[in-house]
């Protein structure tokens, strides 16, 4: 599968991007971290090609792409996700499962933020969102956090050494033969541009804002739920493993997978992530198949006994749509849930924040991957006697008896929270 090497004007700089694959297919974005660029996916892309359209752009400051001084140009993860946006835009990606590694995994996070909408599904390599991912590694990086100063700022200058970004790509490798010499040379040539050495010094100081960030990237993964890869060089230096089993904290369904290998870990093992990466997403970028017919034609029995149940405000019906073991998730309260005991308890606890509801409207039914999903809107009164309003999505997993295996409930948070606190204060 052959890999373009291309470039795009976004806010006047030139950024460098490699593409592979069927424009038609299934979007991967690939966002590398330091100190390296694209080229630390040359292993990956084109295996990924066979069955995606992958993009891999060279971040401002970086690789190929444009590194105007640091007096013209902000050099921020908040910048530097806004470029990746535009970037995004430029080329004609609405939609795609994001690939994060190291620096890429603020940004990729950042992005998905701005737009959960866009993102399609999330593989973390070495990319991490949890303060016990953070090894001693980071204690001359947090030092300068905490005390910005002339004297910790030259402290880190060591990093940015031959040796330093050589040690990066070694540590933890079991056999160095498998990793190509140019991979590190090239970053050290990168590394040494004049005025390089400054634009890495600023961002070391503002990963702080990323670390600020993590209870929102975890609020993220609770909410939205994206389907949720993490492949990890179990023998990071900088980001432990125990990075990559939090995601399963708020998202229980995120697949962790370990390997005994370091920070740069397709280096060593890109034959076995690809085939990882492209078993997960055959199985989570099913493309969704939008019917056009009404909702009552295409539910299922069980889906439209679900919605008539809450209709009513019948527990008994409603947890009669779901198998004895079924599961429910949703970013509210202390779910995911299991079991019909847990699925009452929930079903009553709704009903202690809202008396009852006055109108349920299903207002768009459609198949998403394994699942039947659900856009609705209900209306209702709190026990105050309180109008309430709020949508959501709901996707439904069946088993082969036809009942509910699992649901995952998106509510629209905002506006459900606005409605929970009026609810509460009444």
């Given at each position: ?74 050099y921020t993860f908040q910048q530097l996700t806004h470029i990746v946006d ?208 009404a909702p009552a034609a295409i539910a299922p029995a069980a889906i439209a ?122």
């Open positions: 599968m052959p890999v373009l090497n291309r470039s795009v004007a976004v806010d006047g700089l030139s950024i460098f991007y490699r593409e592979a694959g069927d424009p038609a297919a299934p979007v991967v974005l690939l966002l590398h971290g330091f100190p390296t660029s694209s080229h630390m996916f040359r292993g990956l892309i084109p295996r990924l090609a066979e069955d995606c359209h992958v993009v891999a752009p060279d971040l401002p400051g970086f690789g190929f792409s444009d590194a105007p001084p640091r007096d013209a140009f902000a535009r970037f995004s835009e430029a080329i004609g990606l609405d939609r795609f499962a994001l690939y994060v590694f190291d620096y890429g995994a603020p940004i990729g996070l950042r992005l998905a933020l701005l737009h959960p909408e866009r993102v399609t599904a999330l593989i973390s390599q070495n990319g991490n969102a949890y303060e016990e991912g953070l090894s001693d590694g980071w204690n001359p990086i947090q030092t300068y956090w905490s005390e910005p100063t002339p004297r910790n700022r030259a402290a880190l200058r060591d990093f940015l050494t031959a040796d330093s970004v050589r040690s990066q790509y070694l540590y933890g490798v079991a056999d160095p033969q498998l990793v190509g010499p140019e991979s590190f040379a090239l970053d050290q040539l990168f590394l040494d541009r004049p005025g390089n050495a400054e634009i890495q010094l600023d961002l070391f100081l503002d990963y702080a804002s990323n670390v600020q960030l993590y209870p929102a990237f975890q609020a993220y993964f609770r909410t939205h739920r994206p389907p949720t890869l993490a492949v990890w060089g179990e023998r990071d230096p900088f980001f432990l493993p125990a990075g990559a089993e939090a995601f399963r904290r708020d998202n229980p369904a995120a697949e962790v997978h370990l390997f005994p290998t370091g920070h740069f870990a397709l280096e060593t093992h890109a034959p076995e992530i690809a085939r990882l990466i492209r078993g997960f997403l055959a199985r989570v970028l099913t493309p969704d198949i939008r019917t056009g017919q006994r679900f919605y008539a149940a809450l209709r009513a405000n019948d527990g008994e019906a409603w947890l009669a749509t779901f198998a004895p073991d079924a599961t429910s998730s949703d970013p509210v309260g202390t779910l995911p849930v299991t079991g019909h005991s847990s699925l009452r308890q929930f079903f009553d606890g709704l009903l202690a924040k809202f008396a009852r509801f006055d109108g349920l409207t299903e207002d768009e039914v459609f198949v998403a991957g394994p699942g039947v999903a659900v856009r609705w809107t209900a209306t209702g009164k709190s026990h105050a006697g309180q109008p309430v309003t709020f949508s959501g999505i709901d996707i439904f997993e069946l088993n082969a008896a036809g009942t509910i295996q699992t649901l995952h409930a998106y509510f629209d948070l905002p506006a459900l929270g606005a409605q929970l606190a009026l609810a509460s204060a009444a």
